[in-house]
């Protein structure tokens, strides 16, 4: 008998002890403690008991009345904390979000993506090509010899070459202008040849507001039959409107390049200070941007296209430069600083 007491008792409590809400605990407790309860009908048996076993069953009984209360008090105040825990961390699915930082196109990248469209309109393709070049496409298929004084203005990284061991010391660079890609192209192709190449450079140089030691450029190379001189001016003048406004002024000024024969020098008119003269412009009031020239016969003779009967004009735009004009920036270097305040902006 004492028991069934004991077993009531125990099913009771995990009944109890695993009640999620306080509806199912009312149950619980009707089930086990109600009038007419699993208790309460054990209880009937009593009259059937002799006197000392009904003593003790009573006294049991009564002490399992107790526990199971207590329990069922205990679960109760468990329940309540749980709901108001769920309460705090309930969530409203329909409070509007935080919209979410939505990051853009640095600038450089948007005005390399801008140009390449511009140039796609006049029928140029555009290529891509190791950053990390040798000393051939970089220098000397570009008519500069190994000696050559214009090498000087080109501070070049020269890498290790130990695990390959293939080249001579001084063969493998961190490419510093794009025209080096001129080679690497054109020896894939028969004129004409209309070709675009941005790309990134690096100079072991001074750094200062107008200069950096890693940069953007744009190179670009057209050859066919009798280009002209004006052909190339024409091309400047209908790309620097179209990328940075109608109303800029250009001038071209002859220069010297060793793979142009002639050069030229594409300047405008300085945007940061209006052409009075700036730190930016070196107080010239004018800012030279885009380097180009006539193809020297060596190059095209070099990728083997006869300069008897093909011609051409390059040409490079200096994307940090351009950009910085665009915008009116009087550092080249913001534009490598990583702080947002300066990125968002753009
Ligand atoms: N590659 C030269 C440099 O980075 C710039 C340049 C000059 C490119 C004249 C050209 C050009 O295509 O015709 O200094």
Known sequence: MIEELLQIKNDAISLILSTQTTEQLEEIRIQFLGRSGKLNIAMKQLPKLTPEERARFGK?????????????INQKSKLKNQNKNKEKLSIDFTTPSIPPKIGHLHPITQAITDTVEVFKMLGYQAADGPEIETDYYNFEALNIPKDHPSRDTQMTFYLDDKEVQTNTPGEIILRTQMSGMQARVMEKMEPPVRVIVPGKVYRYEQVDASHGFEFWQ???????????????????????????GKNIEL???????????????????????????????KNSGWSEIMPAGMIHPNVLRNVGFDPKVYNGFAFCIGFSRLVTLKYQMSDLRLLSNPDLRIINQF
Request: with cysteine; net charge negative; charged share 20%.
């Open 251 to 281: 001038k071209f000024a002859t220069t010297n390049f060793p793979f142009v024969e002639p050069g030229v020098d594409t300047y405008i008119k300085c945007t940061v200070c209006g052409g009075i003269g700036c730190s930016f412009c």
């Open 60 to 72: 049991t009984a009564n002490e399992i009345k107790n526990i199971l209360e207590e329990a069922i």
């Open 218 to 244: 744009l190179e670009g190379f057209l050859v066919d039959k009798h280009v002209r001189l004006t052909d190339l001016f024409g091309t400047l003048d209908y790309v620097l409107k179209a990328l940075l």
